[in-house]
Nanobody, 123 residues
Framework: QVQLVESGGGLVQAGGSLRLSCAVSGVIFNNYAMGWFRQAPGKEREFVST????????NYADSVKGRFTISRDNAKNTVYLQMNSLKPEDTAVYCC????????????????WGQGTQVTVSS
């Protein structure tokens, strides 16, 4: 059984940076994808980025392209989301998730989720 634990959220000023981490425990198969999603108050959950566990292929939402970078460290069983040039509209709870397929940009493709970490960007 796969378990995911996010960390690294916090309060940052606009233009600042944060790095989120997602620690993975359990069995991850080579073709699995790891994804980051976010949900702001009163809004639907939104795809942010995804990466394959082995090849490292990535995909990003248009709203974060050029500002966010997803990566993984297979040795540490950890997926990261480096967030630069943060904007107030990036404020949300960020969750990582696992999907048995790639690319996977829809939440319904993911079958295991972490509890989330809060990111707040002040103006």
């Amino acid at each position: 059984q796969v378990q995911l634990v996010e960390s690294g959220g916090g309060l940052v000023q606009a233009g600042g940076s944060l790095r989120l981490s997602c620690a993975v425990s359990g069995v991850i198969f080579n073709n699995y994808a790891m994804g980051w999603f976010r949900q702001a108050p009163g809004k639907e959950r939104e795809f942010v980025s995804t990466i394959t566990w082995t090849s490292g292929s990535t995909n990003y939402a248009d709203s974060v392209k050029g500002r966010f970078t997803i990566s993984r460290d297979n040795a540490k069983n950890t997926v990261y989301l480096q967030m630069n040039s943060l904007k107030p509209e990036d404020t949300a709870v960020y969750c990582c998730a696992v999907a048995p397929t790639f690319p996977a940009t829809a939440a319904r493709q993911y079958n295991t989720w972490g509890q989330g970490t809060q990111v707040t960007v002040s103006s």
